[in-house]
């Protein structure tokens, strides 16, 4: 499976790291905010150091219940740091996580290789026509609601079914407008509680029956330090242990906080597959 960032064409058979920038004041993990050009260089040089093939640049917290940003600040926040990490790292490809087809649109402009969409395009209905337009990679992931009530939104007739039929909605809608590539996310803890983001994940393996990439964004996450009793700062080891699991399940792609122990768990499990 392969994806085309900027002319280059990604080999998706073998999985890949995305590190995580948050360009945010209130994302859940403290060790992803990046709120200055300093920290964002410093971050951006690491995370590239250490191995990541993608850095997801958010300007939007979407945990449960954070605050809804206008647009506006959105874009204030996004578009200078796309140019200042492509000016000093111009060979980084960035993805942009973000729902709203204006910040997509003018992140591309900047030079952004990837566009992850938490709502697969059901809260701006221009962001298909957005990425169809420049023909961009396009993660679509899974969720209810938006990240303000999603918590309420969990009740499903099946769980798995239903998240199977809602990707084969969107990416017919994807598919219709002439989007080429697609990477799926199941959406670990978006209108899902615990019990039903372990439902998933042990399920992980049914989705490739879609034939497309699988994306596992778990990194630090409540389904993880909640089970353990402890807090998302320790919550690496779980991490760990979750994603190599996730890479024998099918993960293509491993959306993480921490890169190198990321890496560290497709130099060892690659072991095991190949």
């Not at 740091?81 to 649109?105: C, H, M, Q, W, Y």
């Not at 701006?124 to 209810?144: F, G, N, S, T, W």
Request: glycine share 6%.
């Amino acid at each position: 499976m392969f994806i085309n960032c900027k002319g280059n064409l990604i080999d998706l058979s073998q999985p890949k790291i995305m590190g995580i920038i948050n360009i945010t004041p209130d994302s859940f993990f403290s060790g992803s905010r990046s709120t200055s050009e300093k920290e964002i260089l410093e971050n951006t040089e690491r995370i590239l150091k250490e191995g990541a093939d993608f850095i997801d640049l958010g300007a939007y917290s979407s945990r449960p219940g954070a605050d809804d940003i206008p647009v506006e600040e959105e874009m204030k926040r996004m578009i200078p740091s796309v140019e200042l990490i492509l000016k000093n790292f111009p060979g980084a490809l960035l993805s942009i996580d973000t729902f709203r087809s204006e910040v997509a649109a003018e992140s591309i402009q900047a030079g952004a290789a990837i566009i992850n969409d938490i709502s697969a395009g059901k809260l701006d209905e221009q962001m298909l026509q957005v990425i169809a337009r420049y023909q961009i990679p396009y993660i679509m992931m899974h969720m209810k609601g938006t990240p303000q009530n999603m918590k309420d939104l969990n009740q499903y007739e099946d769980l798995v079914k239903d998240i199977l039929f809602y990707f084969s909605e969107r990416t017919r809608a994807a598919r219709d407008l002439g989007i080429n590539d697609i990477i799926i996310d199941p959406g670990f803890g978006f209108a899902k509680n615990i019990e039903q983001n372990y439902e998933l994940f042990s399920k992980l393996e049914i989705f490739r029956n879609l034939e497309l990439p699988i994306l596992v964004g778990i990194s630090r996450k409540s389904m993880i330090w909640k089970k353990l009793g402890i807090s998302a700062n320790e919550a690496l080891n779980g991490t760990t242990a979750l994603n190599s699991i996730a890479l024998m399940k099918g993960a293509s792609i491993l959306r993480v906080h921490d890169v190198k122990e990321a890496v560290e768990c497709i130099k060892l499990t690659r072991e095991l597959i190949n």
